[in-house]
Structure formats: structure tokens, C-alpha cells
């Protein structure tokens, strides 16, 4: 069955009253002047009630480095691994003779955390040859992976 065209106009006409409406209280709702025109007054601050920014300089200061210890690689390949022990992944294998800085410990200082300049990771510390003292070193806790 057809709906007549008249009554399909005449529900078009009702919605375009209806948005119509909605437009007039919208426009109504501001506050416009009865001349039509809305004016901004712009409120002015005096310069000496602003702010003022403090113009300090600032002094340069050196960001501190972790300074470790000089350690060299012992074997022909050392494991470079993730965490301090057997469990953690191998992040490279480094070559006899590989030198870098240690700059952290385990608990024990039974591993070493070596810095190649290309890789950084743990190593088995007596696989490692250097001068000072591990122990020396700030201990280093990694949270034990799950399995």
C-alpha cells in the first residue's frame, strides 16, 4: 500500500517546523543585543598587574655518567645475555678479546653487566678480565622471568 504524496509533504513540512523551532530558541537562548549586533568588550589588563616571568639564567650543568670498570672478554665466545644467569635470553655473543665497561653487578658479583659500545648485556664475570673490583660496582636487581 502507498502512503499518499500529501501526507509524505506534510511530515517533510513538520520536520523542517520542528528544526526551525529549534533554531529560533537556540538563537534566542544568546545574549544579542535587541540592535542585532553582538559587541565584544575587551577587558584590559594593565602591564604592571601582569606577571612577570622570572629572567634567571640557567648555569650549565654535566650529566652524570655511570663511570665502570675496564673489562675484557676471557674465551673465544661469551654469551651476552639478558639477565644475570643461564635462563635469560642471549642478547649477542662476543668474540675473545672484546673490551668494555662493566657499570653494574648482581648480588654476588658472580655477573657482570658489560657495555661493548655496541651491545650491552650480563656475562658470566668469571669469564671476564679487567682491573678493580666488581664488588665494587652497584648491584643490579632484574626481575626473574616467567616461564
Known amino acids: 500500500m502507498e502512503k499518499p504524496i500529501h501526507s509524505i509533504k506534510g ?25 542585532g549586533k553582538a ?20 648555569a650549565e650543568t654535566a650529566i652524570p655518567t655511570l663511570q665502570g670498570l675496564k673489562y675484557c ?5 661469551l654469551n651476552l645475555r639478558s639477565g644475570p644467569g ?7 655473543i662476543e668474540a675473545q678479546a ?4 662493566v657499570t653494574a653487578r648482581n648480588e654476588d658479583a658472580s655477573w657482570a ?14 669469564y671476564l678480565t679487567g682491573e678493580g673490583d666488581l664488588s665494587t660496582l652497584p648491584v643490579f636487581t632484574v626481575l626473574t622471568p616467567t616461564p
Open 113 to 126: 653487566y658489560l657495555n661493548t659500545g655496541k651491545y650491552s648485556g650480563w656475562a658470566y664475570a668469571k
Open 98 to 101: 672484546t673490551c668494555g665497561q
Open 11 to 35: 511530515v517533510c513540512m513538520m520536520k523542517s517546523l520542528f528544526l526551525s523551532s529549534i533554531c529560533l530558541v537556540l538563537l534566542t537562548a544568546c545574549s544579542v543585543p535587541a540592535s
Open 73 to 77: 672478554v676471557v674465551p673465544n665466545l
Open 39 to 58: 559587541t565584544a568588550t575587551p577587558t584590559e589588563m594593565p602591564i604592571s598587574t601582569l606577571a612577570q616571568l622570572p629572567t634567571s639564567t640557567l
Open 86 to 92: 643461564t635462563q635469560y635470553s642471549i642478547v649477542s
